[in-house]
């Protein structure tokens, strides 16, 4: 009996935790977009979601105005939001997993579609999305644009020379940069070459990833993980590499 009752109280007490502190990531509150009606918005249009921070580029201030550009995910898609202004106690708030709620226009740049002009509210809630592993929708873009923003995974994947002198890495797009910049770098699956970037304001040259693209060499076969950004076509911002399993 006296076990019956201790798991009863286990019970009851996980119970009243998830009822607390639970969230449902896929329930959306009145008057804010499900995926779908934000995927089928107009350019140009106003745009209300509820998402999750799973990544954020280096806060930073123009003209005094404190700017952060932030990866989000619900359970069915992505979002990236463009230059979010906020002050820096509240970007120090917006860690991997926090919900909020964004309000602003939905706008596209060189095929990257994103949240502009928003405001924000931070919510109750957290959510952390795994990767979607979208290695073999790499040759249909059709397909693969419609996980646009989402933390990805790519597997198996083979480093390509980045030029003509054999890097297997470039400081920015042409080479022109140094240390601490964006770096391009080149893998290929199937006969096909595809341009990954690890991006500075995300991961910056104190990181693991970018110390790991550093140590990268034509022919290794590698795993990645990173956001499915667009530029131009599909151009992934990188966050994790290591060698193929």
């Known amino acids: 009996m006296k076990k019956f009752l ?5 019970a009851v007490l996980a119970l009243s935790l998830a009822a607390c502190g639970g969230d449902d990531p896929a329930k959306k509150s009145e008057g804010v977009m499900t995926y779908a009606e934000y995927d089928a918005a107009a350019l140009d249009s106003q745009v209300t979601i509820e998402a999750y ?3 954020n ?9 404190g700017l952060i550009t932030l990866y989000l995910q619900d359970t069915e898609g992505a979002y990236f939001v463009y230059e979010l202004k906020c002050p820096k106690e509240d970007a120090a708030k917006m860690v991997k997993g926090t919900k909020l ?5 939905k706008a596209a740049w060189s095929g990257e579609v994103e949240i ?10 957290n959510y952390i999305a795994e990767a979607t592993d979208v290695t073999a929708l ?24 980045a030029n003509d002198k054999g890097a297997a890495y470039l400081y920015k ?15 290929s699956l199937d006969g096909k070459t595809y341009t990954f970037t690890v991006e500075s304001y995300l991961t910056d040259s104190s990181t693991d990833v970018y110390a790991a693209v550093k140590n990268l060499k034509v ?12 530029y131009e076509g599909v151009n992934p911002h990188i966050t994790a590499v290591k060698a193929a399993q």
């Open 6 to 10: 201790a798991i009863m109280m286990v």
């Open 57 to 65: 580029q280096a806060w930073w201030e123009k003209d005094g105005q």
């Open 173 to 187: 797009w042409d080479g022109s940069g140094q240390d601490g910049d964006d770096l391009y770098f080149n893998v």
């Open 101 to 105: 709620k964004i309000s602003g226009y």
């Open 116 to 125: 502009i002009d928003a405001t924000y509210e931070i919510l109750e809630g």
């Open 138 to 161: 790499l040759a249909n873009e059709a397909e693969l644009i419609k996980h646009q923003n989402k933390f990805v995974s790519f597997k198996g994947m083979t480093v390509e020379a």
């Open 53 to 55: 921070v799973q990544a």
């Open 219 to 230: 022919g290794d076969k590698i795993d990645m993980e990173g956001f499915l950004y667009w």
